[in-house]
């Protein structure tokens, strides 16, 4: 059974930093799935943050993250991170990690994704 462990969330001021894990167990996942990251504000659609490839080489980001976020990831370890800095208000939110089965390319699309963690609820206080 495939599980998805997300950590890392937490408290933090405007302008400070959070690593997010997403810890992957159950499957071995290709190379060429995705792994993303999405988030949920109270209230809000689910809405995409980041995705990657497991080899790296498809980076992707929502617009409002581009040059705050990074998403990386550590094969040997089956574990995608989440590197946020210059955090905002706006991203307070429950932090999601998902990952394709198989690849498919709407990767910034939640229903593209087969596999779920139970999200980290993120905080940035003004």
């Known amino acids: 059974q495939v599980q998805l462990v997300e950590s890392g969330g937490g408290l933090v001021q405007a302008g400070g930093s959070l690593r997010l894990s997403c810890a992957a167990s159950?499957?071995?996942?290709?190379?060429?799935?995705?792994v993303g990251w999405f988030r949920q504000a109270l209230g809000n659609q689910r809405e995409f943050v980041a995705a990657?490839?497991?080899?790296?080489?498809?980076?992707d980001y929502a617009a409002f993250v581009k040059g705050r976020f990074t998403i990386s990831r550590d094969s040997a370890k089956n574990t995608v991170y989440l590197q946020m800095n210059k955090l905002i208000p706006e991203d307070t939110a429950v932090y999601y990690c998902?990952?394709?089965?198989?690849?498919?390319?709407?990767?910034?699309?939640?229903?593209?994704?087969?596999?779920w963690g139970q999200g980290t609820q993120v905080t940035v206080s003004s």
């Open positions: 998902a990952a394709q089965k198989a690849y498919r390319s709407n990767w910034r699309v939640s229903g593209d994704y087969d596999y």
């Open positions: 159950g499957r071995t996942f290709s190379s060429y799935t995705m």
């Open positions: 990657d490839n497991w080899s790296g080489n498809r980076a």
